[in-house]
């Protein structure tokens, strides 16, 4: 079966340092991965998504990058940390390319940064 | 371009009473949509899902939605509101458009139900 693994769970991190969240999936192969943000009293927001490896989409201009080294593995990260970079960041995967299925979530990671 | 609102950023119902989570969409196109839920330190988990079949959508733990086009509405109802119901609602669009813009997701701001004992 189909599993995708999200860590850390919660991060604080300070003003100006990097980041590295990193997403792996299991179970499948050549995956759509998307970075989702869910801010405060907000909606999820799409950040990257990605069809294949080295192929990456950004969706909103920021201070977040986003890489895929391997077939099941997504990181997002970041050089510098903004307080406005807070929230609930959340990796997902869909498995076909066609078709209507809904997505498979990790368990996400809370950011704070202070 | 597509956009999701979710009427209502929170709801609170005794147990035992029907629920109604309101979510209303716009698309260029015949969406794909879905209902989330998020309970406190636990992923997304997809509650049900619209695929232009039957308009009336079941789910699962006895949640239910109704696609109307004429409305551009996808209401989440339950009749029998349970104390593990309480968590966050998402209302989720998927994109059916060609290009680039093909299986993505707009979320609604989502909805908080609380359930009163």
């Known amino acids: 079966s189909q599993t995708i693994h999200q860590w850390p769970a919660t991060l604080v991190q300070p003003v100006g340092s990097p980041l590295s969240l990193e997403c792996t999936v299991e179970g499948t192969s050549n995956p759509n991965l998307y970075w989702y943000r869910q801010a405060a009293g907000r909606g999820l927001q799409l950040l990257f998504y990605?069809?294949?490896?080295?192929?990456i989409s950004s969706e909103v201009p920021q201070n977040l990058s986003a890489s895929r080294p391997q077939d099941r593995q997504f990181i997002l990260s970041s050089k510098k940390l903004l307080l406005s970079d807070s929230g609930f960041y959340l990796c997902?995967?869909?498995?076909?390319?066609?078709?209507?299925?809904?997505?498979?979530f990790g368990s996400g990671t809370r950011l704070t940064v202070v | 371009a597509q956009s999701v609102t979710q009427l209502d950023s929170h709801v609170s119902v005794s147990e035992g009473t029907p629920v109604l989570l309101r979510c209303n969409y716009s698309?260029?196109?015949?969406?794909?949509l879905f209902w989330y839920v998020q309970h406190p330190n636990k992923g997304l988990q997809l509650l049900l899902k619209?695929?232009?079949?039957?308009?009336l959508v079941k789910g699962i733990n006895g949640f239910e939605a109704e696609f109307k086009k004429s409305e551009t509405s996808f209401h989440l109802t339950k009749p029998s509101a349970h104390m593990s119901d309480a968590a966050e609602y998402f209302c989720?669009?998927?994109?059916?458009?060609?290009?680039?813009?093909?299986?993505?997701?707009?979320f609604g701001q989502g909805t908080i139900l609380t359930v009163h004992p």
């Open positions: 989720v669009v998927r994109s059916l458009a060609g290009g680039t813009s093909y299986g993505k997701l707009t």
């Open positions: 997902a995967w869909r498995g076909d390319r066609v078709g209507v299925s809904g997505y498979t």
């Open positions: 990605s069809v294949g490896i080295g192929q």
């Open positions: 619209y695929t232009s079949a039957a308009t």
């Open positions: 698309s260029s196109y015949s969406p794909s």
